[in-house]
């Protein structure tokens, strides 16, 4: 069975420093991997994805996260916060079967000017 | 790009009550979903639907049904409201059956129960 972990449920940054959203993972198959990405008063939309073509992902507004399988880690990283990355952000994994999309409990994260 | 309307941004409901929330895709998405959104426990799913007339329970399905009757078209129902399903509700749809497909998903409906 799948399961998602976020370790900290809210992480406050300053303008312009790293941002680091950490997601653990546990699989029985190879994962498929997402992070996405809620704005307030908004539904969810897709950051980036994993699978399995490489192990650093990219994705939209300077973000990307490496998949570490020794580690079951998909940490979503940032070089420099903005304040309009001020969100909540959801790690999911799905196994073989597409009803089984499991999501984290999300990590709200603050930017301070 | 793909858009995923529900058609309440919010609803009142009163204890007892049936209640409907719609949620229409623009862009033939097979594929169509039912979450529930709670501070502290991310998404759960609820139903979902691979095809027009087709649907498989989710994680947390009871108390609710669902309906699909056109392809674009994913209807929630909550047979008789209760306090307990005060919460954000999503719709979602993707594109294929996969499990690389992403979800694209509506602005939510936050439901109160009183």
């Known amino acids: 069975a799948q399961s998602v972990t976020q370790l900290g449920s809210h992480v406050s940054v300053s303008e312009g420093a790293l941002v680091l959203l950490r997601c653990n993972y546990s699989s029985s198959v190879p994962p498929y991997l997402f992070w996405y990405v809620q704005y307030p008063n908004q539904g969810l939309q897709l950051l980036l994805k994993?699978?399995?073509?490489?192990?650093l992902v990219k994705g939209i507004n300077g973000f990307e996260a490496e998949f570490k399988k020794s580690e079951t880690s998909f940490h979503l990283t940032k070089p420099s916060a903005h304040m309009s990355d001020a969100a909540e952000y959801f790690c999911a994994v799905t196994g073989t079967s597409y009803d089984k999309v499991i999501f984290g409990p999300g990590t709200s994260l603050s930017v301070i000017p | 790009d793909v858009k995923v309307t529900q058609s309440s941004r919010y609803l009142v409901k009163r204890t007892g009550e049936k209640v409907f929330l719609e949620c229409v895709q623009d862009m033939d998405h097979e594929n169509m979903f039912w979450y529930r959104q709670d501070p502290g426990l991310g998404l759960r799913l609820i139903y979902f639907?691979?095809?027009?007339?087709?649907?498989e329970k989710g994680d947390i399905p009871e108390g609710y049904s669902v309906s699909r009757e056109k392809k674009e078209r994913f209807s929630l129902i909550l047979e008789s409201a209760s306090t307990n399903q005060t919460s954000m509700y999503l719709c979602a749809s993707s594109a294929e059956t996969g499990s690389n497909s992403p979800l694209h998903f509506g602005n939510g409906t936050r439901l109160t129960v009183t």
């Open positions: 994993y699978t399995s073509a490489a192990t």
């Open positions: 639907s691979y095809d027009v007339k087709m649907k």
